[in-house]
Nanobody, 115 residues
Framework: QVQLVESGGGLVQPGGSLRLSCAAS????????MSWYRQVPGKERELVAYITNIGGRTRYADSVKDRFTISRDNAKSTVYLQMNGLKPEDTAVYYC????????RGQGTQVTVSH
C-alpha cells in the first residue's frame, strides 16, 4: 500500500525557512519522480516543485524559483522541500505527490508565514 507522510510544517515569520519532509513507503521509491504541491482553501492545488527519480532534474513554479529547493534521498525513501525566504503568500497546506497517481495520499503539512 502506497503511503506518503508529510512533516515539517509550522509557523514561521516572513523571511524565515522551513524544511518539509515526505516519507514514502509501499513502492519502489527510486523508480518514481516526486513532486510537492500546495493548496490554499478555496483555490486549486498548485504544483510547487518536481524532481526526477534519481534527482537529476528539477522544476519549480515561478513563484518559488530561487527560494525553494526540492531534493530526495532514495536510500531513505524521502523527498524534501527546503523553503527559504518565506513570504505570507506561501501560506498553504503542502502535499507530496507521486506523479501519475490519481489521488493525493498524504494528509499534508500546514505552513503558515506570518508575523
Amino acid at each position: 500500500q502506497v503511503q506518503l507522510v508529510e512533516s515539517g510544517g509550522g509557523l514561521v515569520q516572513p523571511g524565515g525557512s522551513l524544511r518539509l519532509s515526505c516519507a514514502a513507503s509501499g513502492f519502489k521509491f527510486s523508480a518514481y519522480a516526486m513532486s510537492w504541491y500546495r493548496q490554499v482553501p478555496g483555490k486549486e492545488r498548485e504544483l510547487v516543485a518536481y524532481i526526477t527519480n534519481i534527482g537529476g532534474r528539477t522544476r519549480y513554479a515561478d513563484s518559488v524559483k530561487d527560494r525553494f529547493t526540492i531534493s530526495r534521498d532514495n536510500a531513505k525513501s524521502t523527498v524534501y522541500l527546503q523553503m527559504n525566504g518565506l513570504k505570507p503568500e506561501d501560506t498553504a497546506v503542502y502535499y507530496c505527490h507521486r506523479p501519475g497517481d490519481a489521488e493525493f495520499r498524504g494528509q499534508g503539512t500546514q505552513v503558515t508565514v506570518s508575523h
